[in-house]
């Protein structure tokens, strides 16, 4: 059912019965034009026609995107944050990321059941509403012409959205400009009745970042009205408080700013402080956010109202897209595999890095079916405080694995984890990173296995002990053997129980980076020039270097590789100068075992490394490997039960407590 009347109090019903609102159209500033595709969709007006019949056989279609002629958007027909002007004759579509509304989502998690769409508008023309289903496959709900201020206000059911769906509406100018004034969609409700929330960042050495966040949440009172606190973890030596601005943004935040100031605990011991100050300060959530984010503020709000609906207390966690290339999605939704226990999408038809400005929402078919997570990354994440008084506070591990950890602890005690599509960070992507080399591959290893010896369903953890077997078989084989010994490490210490993790919190990073300083493999420099030029013994055969194998020839590949580098001896030449130098995309493991030295480039670009064959390490890290992967297998069931009995102590508020007390300041600045 729709209406369209001159005037309308829009936040209260026809018996009296308040409105409160779930989320408002936005869009982008005048200075962010480059993100206007996540906003406003000035591309074809309908999506790509899906198959009605045959479905089994058409299934492998559904994936299938094309691109959408878009018209160029006009920064002067941004007029506001929700307000945007329709030149005459032409059609723009809020079926967008940001401002299509995720009904499938609200029907699955929260009480919402109907929803109301009212849209302001000034000038003539139509409003025309769209749902799509779990399939992608669109129609046309309902729709109202339009003259002078008006607002058109549609009642819309949840009941069809199962599975998957999505709502939106378009604006279709007639020969005058049509002016969206705003646009909201409401629930029966009290907006009073929101809950509190502390915002908590963690940083380390990100004062920019800090300071930039910090005044985006300045600027927007909406988002900033229920924050009963913004705590800054500052665990830098660069101070977020000595920084330009900060002064200024302070008094701008009207008293709500705190920062404390302790020792670098890491990622796990920053957003266990967030949890722990929201559990003492009485807020109703915490909001964990990195450090290194733009945040878009309109997602606060949305998250809270979320979470204030839940049918039960439930995680809600907002989703990345790439700081420098912003209409980049990273990833919709992520699960824990857990025969492999590593974290994956939750479906084998989503896109990895979808781009909203080459394809838009509505001709995305998999972007439609509903995205169900065990996990959302701490990069922006809601939890309730009555989830961390039920389960304690995070892991102490420092970083990895605390945030997939921390949702599969709670799916355990009923409660969900949502990644909510409409809110959202830009980060910095580590698509440009390789975290799996140097040292936080100790992490990695460690924490993995943590987590599998407390969650994994299968007796000795499924295939989690042989594939890092295989890890570390790869690193050693491509000379990477600072990685290689920080994983031995890593097991060195699982293998010693739980008892040190909290001691280890600011002690463990230290040790793995003055141990690196040996590896040359590990030692970065950033002139081009410094290593001798690369020059190969031989050519190689035929031409060409060595290709990848196929996975029929990969295990007699690899042990005839692995065979080699133990006997045969070192080409004398390849100590004094590098025999080849290596982009880091093509630092695999069948390429780079084929040489005895290779100058590497970092994954940033930023240096390089001169990684050199050493068949002694080769032999010591490989029998260790062996030895404590072997031993690990033996004591797994053992070490199980050592980790879950400890889990409750080692994560509860009172230890944490003891743990912030040895390691941050005694007065927090304000």
Known sequence: MSTATKTEDLHVSEEGQPWRVLQRVILPSQSQMDTVPLYLDTGTATGVQLPTSNLEANSRTLTQTVSAPSKEAHVEDFLTRHSTSVRPGERVSFGTYFNAFAASYWRRWTTVNSVRLSVSTSGSGSVIVYKSNARGALQRVDSRNVDGGSVSTFDLTLAPFGDGGWYWFDLVAGSEPLVLRNAEWLTEGDDSQQGSVTLQITTLNKTEFCINNLK?????????EHIKELVVVDQGTQKVSDADGFAEVSAALGGKLRIINQDNLGGSGGFARGMYEAVENGSDYVLLMDDDVVVEPESISRMLTFGDLCKTPTIVGGHMFDLYNRTVLHTFGEVVNPWRFLWEQSREDMLLGHDFQSTNLRQTS????????????????????????????????????????????????????????????????????????????????????????????????????????????????????????????????????????????DTKLPEIRDMMKSYPDSVIATDPDTFPAA????????????????????????????????????????????????????????????????????????????????????????????RLHSLLLKDWKKLSAEYKAALPEITSIDTWKKTFDAHSDRVDER
Do not use: C
């Not at 005895?596 to 490394?609: F, H, L, M």
């Open 366 to 505: 998999w972007l439609h079916r509903r995205a169900d997570v065990d996990f959302n990354g701490w990069w922006m994440s809601l939890i309730p405080t009555r989830i961390i008084r039920d389960i304690g506070l995070a892991l102490p591990v420092f970083i990895k694995w605390d945030d997939a950890e921390y949702s599969l602890r709670a799916k355990e005690h009923g409660y969900p984890t949502v990644s909510m599509p409409g809110a959202a960070v830009w980060h910095v992507s580590w698509i440009d990173k390789d975290d799996l080399v140097g040292w936080q591959a100790y992490f990695h290893a460690r924490n993995r296995f943590i987590a599998a010896l407390i969650h994994s369903p299968y007796e000795f953890g499924g295939r989690i002990v042989r594939e890092s077997h295989y890890a570390d078989i790869k690193h050693l084989v491509s000379m990477q053997y600072a990685t290689a010994r920080g994983r031995n490490m890593a097991l060195r210490d699982l293998l010693q129980g739980p008892g040190q993790l909290h001691d280890q919190l």
């Open 216 to 224: 985006l949440l300045a600027e927007n009172p909406d988002a900033l």
């Open 535 to 626: 020059k190969l013994d031989k050519p190689p055969k035929h031409g060409h270097g060595v290709r990848e194998p196929n996975k029929l020839g990969l295990i007699p590949i690899a042990a005839k590789t692995v065979l080699r580098q133990l006997v045969q001896p070192v080409s004398p030449s390849s100590r004094v100068r590098p025999q080849a130098n290596v982009a880091h995309q093509d630092n695999r493991w069948w390429r780079m075992s084929q040489y005895d030295s290779a100058v590497v480039t970092n994954a940033e670009g930023t240096g390089s490394a001169w990684y050199k064959r050493d068949p002694k390490q080769l032999r010591s890290m490989l029998a260790e490997s062996a």
